[in-house]
């Protein structure tokens, strides 16, 4: 089996590396081009956690600010082990969605101990900000980086749909699943995909990708890297 993965480069070389080990053999096609934000540095003074819905967002902070000590809230394990990589000690995982994120913080935290600080991008997928701040936290966001688009599939890409040499593509987020079904399209090379299956993170996902027709649409159990996997 040889697949396709679509994320940005900092987290496609990693996941190629799992699946490697589980014998599948990848090509790597990043989407979405990782870019720090013209913003200020976030002032975590007085805030009791951070939130973090995907690795780019503790990357982009872990560039910004010396603090470690800061309690991290993580959408999934992936997000959480990068934060640890990072040296951020004090790391929950929510192992899940916005949703799942949104109980843990919950469960977890006091609305009374201090703000919290969404640290994202310039695309926020769900209402995390909204569905907290209903149940009381306040919650601020930190824009440190954009998740710049492709502007057209690599060379490399179009030859290996062109050929027929791939099985699938891993699709990770609905923004994603879109620009590749835009990009497959603009290619001409949209009936490729007829014979690969779209391996995708959540319904949202899978929803945006449907925009062309495949093999077959595979959505992960849970919205986590190690359930899609």
């Not at 993580?74 to 916005?98: H, K, Q, Y």
């Not at 949703?99 to 695309?123: F, Q, R």
């Not at 930190?142 to 593509?169: H, I, K, Q």
Request: charged share 20%; hydrophobic share 50%; glycine share 8%.
């Amino acid at each position: 089996m040889r697949l396709l993965i679509t994320r940005p480069r900092e987290d496609a070389e990693p996941l190629a590396a799992l699946l490697g080990e589980r014998g599948i053999e990848t090509a790597l096609e990043p989407l979405m081009s990782i870019i720090d934000a013209d913003t200020p540095d976030p002032d975590l003074s007085g805030v009791q956690a951070v939130l973090i819905t995907s690795a780019n967002s503790i990357r982009a902070l872990a560039r910004r600010v010396a603090d470690r000590d800061i309690a991290v809230f993580a959408i999934g394990d992936a997000s959480a082990r990068a934060a640890r990589g990072l040296g951020f000690e004090n790391v929950t995982s929510a192992a899940g969605d916005v949703e799942a994120l949104v109980a843990t913080v919950e469960a977890a935290l006091d609305p009374t101990g201090g703000a919290l600080v969404h640290v994202a991008g310039t695309h926020v997928a769900g209402d995390l900000a909204g569905t907290l701040g209903a149940a009381g936290f306040e919650v601020r966001r930190a824009v440190l980086y954009e998740a710049r688009a492709a502007g057209g599939l690599s060379t490399e890409t179009r030859g290996a749909l062109e050929a027929g040499t791939l099985d699938g593509v891993l699709l990770f987020s609905p923004r994603t699943a879109a620009l590749f079904a835009e990009l497959v399209t603009d290619a001409g090379l949209s009936e490729a995909c007829r014979e690969m299956s779209a391996y995708c993170l959540s319904p949202a996902v899978a929803e945006k990708a449907q925009s062309v027709t495949w093999r077959d649409v595979v959505v992960a159990a849970e919205s986590s890297q190690e359930a899609l996997l």
